[in-house]
């Protein structure tokens, strides 16, 4: 077994689940969400590192960070609610809703690079 497989064999599953809960959360809520309120649809794409808007608000995770405009870095660190308020969104999932819906709720911690 190489390295890259021993690391992935070592990560926990509760703890693989519980992050691509709140990452889903980031992309759900705090992205896709807010960019269907500004713009009537939403569309998220991958990047280097982690995913993004494709129109306003202009926000990228970058690994352990969110990015507004290109310009300012905030860590996602905190609750849903406090991140909501540094990146200057609402925090909610896409007015129409969809099945397949992250169960994020404001008071929830967002995720961490620890």
Known sequence: MDQAAATVAAIDPETLAATRRRLHGIGECLM???QRRAGGRFTLRVTPGGFA????????????????????????TGTFSELADALGVEFGAPPDGYPDGSGASPDRPAPSGD
Not at 55 to 67: E, Y
């Open 32 to 34: 896709a969400g807010p």
């Open 53 to 76: 808007t494709t129109g306003a608000p202009a926000l990228r995770l970058d690994g352990t960070d969110l990015l507004i405009d290109e310009s300012r870095r905030v860590a996602v």
